[in-house]
């Protein structure tokens, strides 16, 4: 049995729903037939994931954090690489590890700003991440 059975057989019926909802479109044809046919092997029509994604998910008090898209608990940390340049023009990668949801793959840390102060600067420049040099390998440019 592979991954995506073992994580959808895991899945109460409100969190399929939602989990079609929001990333059905994100799979490949054959991932797409699995989803399909754990709805049906459950005896889901569309209705019935039409009706639990719109009841969601219920906030589980127990949890520290909740996804706030879709209330969920369920996490996986991503691990994302950021270039850094330092004061003598050489970069080098920091690992930035952020929690991205497994039912609706919303990942908070990687939102946009909200709000008109967070507009204003971005607007102002304040959020750009720019590259004076291109990184060097074994004192090559590398490109």
Known sequence: MNDLNTFLQGLN???LA???????????????QKIVSEVKRRGLSLEDLKLL???GLQVNSDSIICCP????????????YELIQNTRGRSY??????NRC??????PAKSPQKGLI?????ALGFYEETRLKRPEIDGRMFT
């Open 69 to 80: 898209q879709c209330n969920s608990d369920r996490f996986f940390v991503e691990t994302d």
């Open 93 to 98: 990668e920091v690992a930035v590890d952020s």
């Open 13 to 15: 019926d409100n969190e």
């Open 102 to 107: 497994r039912i609706c793959g919303y990942n």
């Open 118 to 122: 967070n507009k204003l600067k971005q």
């Open 53 to 55: 994604s719109n009841i």
């Open 18 to 32: 939602v989990f079609i909802t929001y990333r059905f479109d994100d799979f490949l044809a054959k991932s797409k």
